[in-house]
């Protein structure tokens, strides 16, 4: 065997136009990491570039991904560029698996500098599919914008990269490896950890699991079923759910990663995890819960499918919070929720006198009040939910919030939230999505929509549909202005608002691959007991009620003549 140090060879290469980051980490197409040259290395190159040499010198970084395709060779790619860049030591998941909740929180446990990600979420996977990277900082959290812009900057004129190819690291084995590297003093070294083993330790000490253990297997106990979408966080539900909390194994399906997520989209909603709502319907089961690629992102659902919506978990949870360890011990300093997320929380934020923060799209917004101890808890529209245990949004952790609750209060989770919508009114939500638009036509439309509901003549026009009448009160593009550090992210959504408080926001997707998705987003309130709002919840509901403001949401942007689609891709 060749015990010689590794060599650090310094290659030639071209930079790319479109490597910026998006909400959460670069996405494209899995051909575009595999067809373009140094494609890969070139976004590894600038991610290590931008971390100032100080630092970067013998810190400690950690890897993991979702198991996607592509996900191994990618790893193999950055070990390699991160002995040459001078990192000290990579902890990597085990088989180079680890859910992106459980790296936020390994990045703090193990005080790394930060993490590299190998996802593209709930996305497709497989080689037709998509393939990701999200850089997350020494919080945990996903990297802020000024550092995603750096990356972007150096990705745009790189002409060279570092890199150690002989170096081989073996991602099956538990424990260290050191490598002796030309021209360094010290080795570098890879430690691959178990993928659960931190992050379960962790929710232990956040929940109580005596109590969720007796939910789950005791006498009286409650059937769920877990659907992990063939994504990662199939481990972490039969270690945590099955083995731990005694959950029977039929209680979580798709619990084996595969890299084409069994060719399905792992993106836990009423349209992609529609399997789960069917196998709920007939109340075999009480409670259930779908996953995302990456696991930080969860769907809840009751009895018989019951459908609640990711504005009204975040509410409920807020609102029984103390049913949760964690807050009893840490107390609440504050929510948040993000700008396109229905205002449900925020009845629960002023009823409990708890600050309320409304931050742009994307979980980097959020870290920044938790790094400033002003938020505890915090969701958005989008399935995301979480606290301040981690800086990323945490699908287990939704669960395991949701079975603290329904521990404690032993209700069902329908009557909890008919409870809870007795108790603040409730909240309509909707969403149209309108995927692979021409980014051309996309950014005209929002711009043309700036520039007609930011002029004066805007506010207080009335649309009508059938005998809804509704009137604009306030039209704004939603600026934000960072309260810990002053930091204005702008045009993070145009909002109309109207005189009932109803709203429409536009927004473009920053996570798509492929063109341009179009979000519209629909939300109103009603405070009334009337038979409308206590009757069973059809998954469907929100939509039915917020039919007319879909209609003029589609009218004033004159979506479908500019796109010559009739409908949305997706409805939530
Ligand atoms: C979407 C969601 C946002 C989420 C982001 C990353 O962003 O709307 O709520 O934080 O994805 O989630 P956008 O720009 O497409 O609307 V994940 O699960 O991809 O890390
Ligand atoms: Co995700």
């Known amino acids: 065997m060749d015990n010689s140090p590794l060599q650090v060879l310094t290659v030639p290469t071209a930079p790319y136009p479109d490597q910026r980051p998006g909400t959460s980490g670069l996405r494209k197409k899995v051909f575009v990491f595999q067809s373009r040259r140094h494609y890969l290395h070139n976004f590894i190159h600038s991610i290590f570039s931008s971390i100032d040499l100080r630092d970067r010198q013998g810190s400690t970084v950690v890897v993991g991904g979702d198991g996607r395709f592509f996900n191994r060779t990618a790893i193999d790619v950055i070990v390699q560029m991160a002995a040459a860049n001078g990192v000290g030591r990579l902890i990597i998941g085990q088989h180079g698996i680890m859910c992106t909740p459980a790296i936020s929180c390994v990045i703090r446990k193990y005080k790394a500098i930060g993490g590299i990600i190998l996802t593209a979420s709930h996305n497709p996977g497989g080689p037709d599919g998509d393939f990701g990277i999200k850089f997350n900082t020494a919080n945990g959290g996903p990297a802020k914008e000024e550092v995603t812009n750096k990356i972007f900057q150096i990705s745009k004129t790189l002409d060279e990269f570092v890199i150690c190819p002989r170096l081989r690291v073996d991602l099956t084995t538990l424990g260290k490896q050191a490598f002796d590297l030309e021209n360094k003093f010290k080795p570098f070294t890879v430690e691959v950890v178990d993928s659960v083993e931190s992050y379960a330790n962790m929710l232990r000490n956040i929940f109580d699991f005596a109590a969720l253990k007796d939910l789950l297997s005791g006498e009286?106990?409650?059937?769920?079923?877990?659907?992990?979408?063939?994504?990662?966080?199939?481990?972490?539900?039969?270690?945590?759910?099955?083995?731990?909390?005694?959950?029977?194994?039929?209680?979580?399906?798709?619990?084996?990663?595969?890299?084409?997520?069994?060719?399905?989209r792992p993106d836990p909603n009423l349209t992609y995890a529609a399997d789960l709502?069917?196998?709920?319907?007939?109340?075999?089961?009480?409670f259930g819960a779908a996953f995302d690629g990456d696991g930080d992102r969860n769907m809840i659902l009751g009895k018989h499918g019951f459908f609640v919506t990711p504005s009204d978990s975040v509410a409920v949870i807020a609102d029984n919070i103390?049913?949760?360890?964690?807050?009893?011990?840490?107390?609440?300093?504050?929510?948040?929720?993000?700008?396109?997320?229905?205002?449900?929380?925020?009845?629960?934020?002023?009823?409990?006198?708890?600050?309320?923060?409304?931050?742009?799209?994307g979980w980097k917004f959020f870290g920044n009040l938790m790094d400033a101890g002003r938020l505890s808890f915090c969701g958005e529209e989008n399935y995301g939910t979480g606290a301040d245990h981690i800086r990323e949004k945490d699908g287990l952790w939704a669960v395991l919030a949701w079975l603290s609750i329904l521990a404690t209060r032993r209700q069902s989770v329908e009557d909890i939230v008919k409870d809870h919508w007795i108790k603040y009114g409730r909240n309509y939500f909707t969403r149209y999505d309108y995927e692979n638009i021409?980014?051309?036509?996309?950014?005209?439309?929002?711009?043309?929509?700036?520039?007609?509901?930011?002029?004066?003549?805007?506010?207080?026009?009335?649309?009508?549909?059938?005998?809804?009448?509704?009137?604009v009160e306030k039209a704004d593009t939603f600026d934000y202005t960072d309260p810990v550090?002053?930091?204005?992210?702008?045009?993070?959504?145009?909002?109309?608002?109207?005189?009932?408080?109803?709203?429409?926001?536009?927004?473009?997707?920053?996570?798509?691959?492929?063109?341009?998705?179009?979000?519209?987003?629909?939300?109103?309130?009603?405070?009334?007991?009337?038979?409308?709002?206590?009757?069973?919840?059809?998954?469907c509901l929100g939509q039915v009620m917020l039919a007319s403001l879909a209609t003029i949401a589609l009218k004033i942007s004159q979506l479908h003549q500019r796109t010559g689609r009739s409908g949305p891709s997706v409805i939530t």
């Not at 103390?322 to 629960?348: E, K, N």
Request: some cysteine; hydrophobic content about 35%.
């Open 220 to 264: 009286n106990h409650i059937k769920i079923r877990l659907d992990a979408m063939h994504g990662v966080v199939g481990p972490y539900v039969r270690r945590i759910l099955c083995e731990e909390l005694g959950c029977p194994a039929n209680s979580a399906i798709n619990c084996v990663p595969v890299e084409d997520f069994g060719g399905r």
């Open 277 to 286: 709502v069917d196998s709920m319907r007939d109340g075999q089961y009480d």
């Open 322 to 361: 103390f049913c949760i360890p964690y807050f009893q011990h840490a107390g609440v300093r504050g929510f948040a929720r993000s700008m396109p997320t229905s205002a449900a929380l925020d009845r629960v934020a002023k009823a409990t006198k708890i600050e309320l923060y409304e931050t742009p799209t």
């Open 438 to 471: 021409d980014i051309d036509t996309a950014c005209e439309m929002m711009e043309e929509l700036e520039i007609m509901i930011t002029d004066k003549s805007f506010v207080k026009q009335r649309f009508a549909v059938e005998d809804k009448i509704y009137q």
């Open 485 to 539: 550090d002053s930091t204005i992210s702008r045009n993070q959504g145009l909002r109309i608002i109207f005189s009932d408080g109803s709203r429409i926001i536009y927004r473009l997707s920053g996570t798509g691959s492929d063109g341009a998705t179009v979000r519209i987003y629909i939300d109103s309130y009603e405070k009334e007991q009337s038979g409308v709002y206590i009757s069973p919840c059809h998954p």
